[in-house]
């Protein structure tokens, strides 16, 4: 004990602060060493010999919350940045005018050309893209969310056989990459099929919403499944019995009950299904020629933009952020449920 | 209003048998309570009655619809669930006029219903609460009025009072008795507490292990058991058994005796038979004029007095050697009930005497009730 004591003063500055302190209070229990007046610890630190950086950490020992504030900050910052700015610089390269785009700075813009935002509608039918990819994803949100609750509700609150093996089953086909599927599919979606000559043209799906959202929403359909199924377990039996004693038949109780009391989980299945549908482009570039007409989606659209000799970067970061906009809206509109759904699945009765 | 008539209802699932062929007949506007312990079938009888689940075996008529395969909605029944089960998302109005609403009626003979629910259950001024801003009594009303809103043919109530405090649940109880008489229908009740069995209905259906043991009005029941389990089970404290055997005048057990005929009672020498006295049916020697008929009187030791106030319970050892049980019920010990003046206290030998005509026998073997007076 007596030999830690005397080590005290002769620490080296580098040395863990913590151990320093350790050491420190030792001193101040052993009270051996008379000469020095104050014991307290506290009152020791202005004497020692530190570093700036010794003396922040020393700071956030003895403050510890300080520490959790400042980690907090810089995280939130770090990702804000990293998320947010490419959407300014983007912002950046759009006003920037065409002949300037080797002048954008990292933070300034290369000139004023308000006009690109126009312009992108004039040049292409790019509204058109958009639509195109709202629509199919409406629709690819609509159909997994009808299919998706009513294989939520069998998993989540039937008890049969087999039960398990068939979820593993659903969720399986979640693991293989897309792509896997994509000659088959793109064989079965260019043949003429006789059967189809009377509702499309020429009887082929190419070229057709239907040839992009099918495949998307069989895709996307295991994870709601698995989101739904989850919330639908939570809604007490009780409930489902009233419905169902009430009026309602298992379906109705279905559509009355437990989806309105899942709100939090269909909102998070839905939003997460229309982003990832509105976003794709391996799909459903392969499944259209790319024409606007032909319902391509609206990143075949930004990427049209990309001439023969010039790449009209100003147009494409124009299209960029018009083509966010919808989403933007949509995750604004839908984010307290969605923070709530992905959060927690905790069903108050 | 209609009867509900159960037949050969069996229940059972992969590995258990949860109601085993159930024969009842429940009188149109009658309050029939089914009770027994936790797990006895009782919730699963309730369940096939409306629909929520379907028998394996048996048939179930409401009225004179046979009901047996019809989904719950078409039974024209109503149920009030334990756990209350109104929809969280809707308000008072909305969660009493869901059936109706279902059903299309029109807008003003929904208003008009509902108001009348409200009015029966004292619910006016909250229409538009939500079922999380009341109450858990307010709610227990709020799920009678959408059961009786649609004037169903019978109610099923499963332990609609269990999760309420004790004072709401007396009051409750009061509330649903003249309740039942204001609508004058058909309810079958389900509790595990015999104290709502006794006090609101006509007849109580004992069930334990999913079979049916006896139907009779409660005072019958705790009167004259049909066998062990139900003495067992109605009454609190619970009955006295005294295992023994018949002997040529009479019982006799390790600590007791007392003399009878055999032959007038229908047992024989050597049957193994269980004896059943009521706490209050034991009387101390001193009093023993206070019962019809008194048997000889036996020795005790006073082991444990309860005062409740108006009465006195006294848990006695016929023996100091003894080993008392936890539960103070085991072999060798009685439960008595005295009244409060009794002056007696722990550690003194006394004398008892049962009376004779509350004094009830069981064979052993098969459970069933011999008699229920050895005179």
């Known amino acids: 004990m007596s030999d830690r004591v005397s080590d005290t003063p002769d620490a080296p500055n580098g040395s863990d602060p913590a151990a320093t302190g350790v050491a420190a209070d030792g001193g101040v229990a052993d009270g051996s060493t008379a000469d020095e007046p104050p014991l307290d610890p506290t009152a020791d630190e202005p004497e020692l010999d530190r570093g700036i950086i010794e003396a922040w950490a020393a700071r956030m020992i003895s403050n510890p919350d300080r520490a959790y504030r400042a980690t907090f900050y810089v995280a939130t910052i770090?990702?804000?940045?990293?998320?947010?700015?490419?959407?300014?610089?983007?912002?950046?390269?759009?006003?920037?005018?065409r002949g300037n785009l080797s002048d954008v700075g990292v933070l300034t813009p290369g000139g004023f050309n308000p006009g690109a935002f126009i312009e992108i509608f004039t040049t292409l039918p790019f509204h058109r893209y958009v639509f195109n990819s709202f629509l199919i994803a409406t629709i690819a949100t609509v159909a997994v969310l009808l299919v998706g609750s009513l294989a939520g509700y069998v998993f989540g609150r039937l008890r049969f056989k087999g039960r398990n093996a068939m979820l593993l089953l659903v969720l399986v086909t979640s693991f293989f990459?897309?792509?896997?599927?994509?000659?088959?599919?793109?064989?079965?979606?260019?043949?003429?099929?006789d059967a189809l000559r009377p509702l499309i043209a020429d009887g082929s799906l190419y070229n057709t919403p239907y040839a992009i959202f099918i495949p998307l929403s069989a895709i996307f359909l295991p994870l709601s499944i698995f989101i739904l199924m989850t919330f639908y377990s939570q809604i007490?039996?009780?409930?489902?019995?009233?419905?169902?004693?009430e009026g309602t038949t298992r379906l109705g109780a279905l559509f009355r009950v437990i989806v309105p009391l899942s709100a939090p989980g269909v909102a998070t299945a839905g939003v997460l299904t229309f982003i990832s549908v509105y976003n794709e482009y391996f799909f459903s570039s392969l499944m259209t020629d790319g024409r606007a007409g032909s319902w391509a989606p609206m990143l075949e659209g930004i990427l049209r933009f990309q001439g023969e000799f010039e790449v009209l970067f100003n147009l494409m970061a124009a299209a960029s952020i018009v083509a966010?906009?919808?989403?933007?809206?949509?995750?604004?509109v839908a984010q307290e449920k969605i923070v709530s759904g992905l959060t927690s699945g905790a069903v108050k009765e | 209003m209609a009867s509900v008539t159960l037949e050969g209802i069996t229940k059972r699932y992969e590995d258990v048998t949860a109601v085993d062929d159930m024969n009842l007949e429940i009188r149109d506007g009658e309050f029939v309570t089914f009770v027994g312990p936790s797990g006895c079938g009782k919730s699963t009888t309730m369940e096939t009655i409306?629909?929520?689940?379907?028998?394996?075996?048996?048939?179930?008529d409401i009225g004179d619809r046979d009901v047996t395969d019809l989904p719950p909605k078409d039974r024209g029944i109503s149920m009030v669930f334990q756990n209350i089960a109104l929809f969280p998302h809707m308000d008072v109005y909305d969660n009493i006029s869901f059936g109706l609403r279902l059903r299309k009626y029109d807008q003003e003979e929904v208003d008009r219903r509902v108001e009348e629910a409200a009015d029966i259950v004292q619910l006016e001024g909250m229409m538009d609460r939500m079922p999380k801003e009341m109450s858990g009594g307010q709610r227990q009303r709020v799920a009678i009025a959408r059961a009786i809103v649609r004037k169903p043919d019978a109610f099923l109530m499963d332990e609609p009072l269990a999760n309420l405090d004790a004072e709401l649940k007396v009051h409750m109880r009061t509330q649903l008795q003249r309740l039942h008489r204001e609508l004058d229908t058909t309810i079958i009740y389900v509790t595990h507490d015999q104290a709502?069995?006794?006090?609101?209905?006509?007849?109580?259906?004992v069930i334990n292990s999913g079979v049916l043991q006896?139907?009779?009005?409660?005072?019958?029941?705790?009167?004259?058991?049909?066998?062990?389990f139900v003495a067992g089970f109605i009454g609190s404290p619970a009955m006295n058994f005294l295992e023994g055997e018949v002997v040529d005048d009479g019982f006799e057990s390790t600590y007791t005796n007392f003399d009878?005929?055999?032959?007038?009672?229908?047992?024989?020498?050597?049957?193994?038979?269980?004896?059943?006295?009521?706490?209050?049916?034991?009387?101390?020697e001193r009093d023993a004029e206070k019962a019809t008929a008194p048997t000889k009187a036996f020795d005790a030791v006073v082991d444990v007095i309860e005062p409740m106030g108006s009465e006195m319970f006294v848990y006695l050892l016929f023996d100091r050697d003894v080993e008392a049980s936890a539960e103070g019920r085991g072999e060798g010990q009685l439960l008595i009930n005295l009244t409060p003046d009794a002056e007696i206290e722990e550690g003194d030998n006394i004398q008892v005497v049962m009376d004779r005509n509350k004094t009830h026998l069981f064979d052993r073997a098969s459970g069933e009730a011999i008699t229920h007076s050895l005179e």
Do not use: H, K
């Open chain 1, 177 to 193: 990459p897309p792509a896997a599927f994509f000659i088959p599919l793109n064989r079965l979606f260019n043949r003429n099929v």
């Open chain 1, 236 to 245: 007490p039996d009780g409930l489902e019995d009233a419905a169902r004693v």
């Open chain 2, 260 to 284: 009878f005929d055999p032959a007038t009672q229908g047992v024989q020498t050597g049957q193994e038979i269980t004896a059943g006295v009521r706490p209050e049916d034991v009387y101390l």
């Open chain 2, 214 to 228: 006896q139907v009779a009005p409660p005072l019958e029941c705790y009167n004259e058991p049909a066998n062990l």
């Open chain 2, 50 to 60: 409306a629909g929520l689940t379907l028998p394996t075996e048996g048939t179930i």
């Open chain 1, 324 to 332: 966010v906009l919808p989403v933007a809206i949509l995750v604004v």
């Open chain 2, 196 to 205: 709502q069995a006794m006090t609101m209905s006509d007849r109580i259906a």
């Open chain 1, 78 to 97: 770090f990702f804000l940045v990293t998320t947010l700015f490419p959407f300014y610089w983007l912002f950046m390269v759009a006003i920037t005018p």
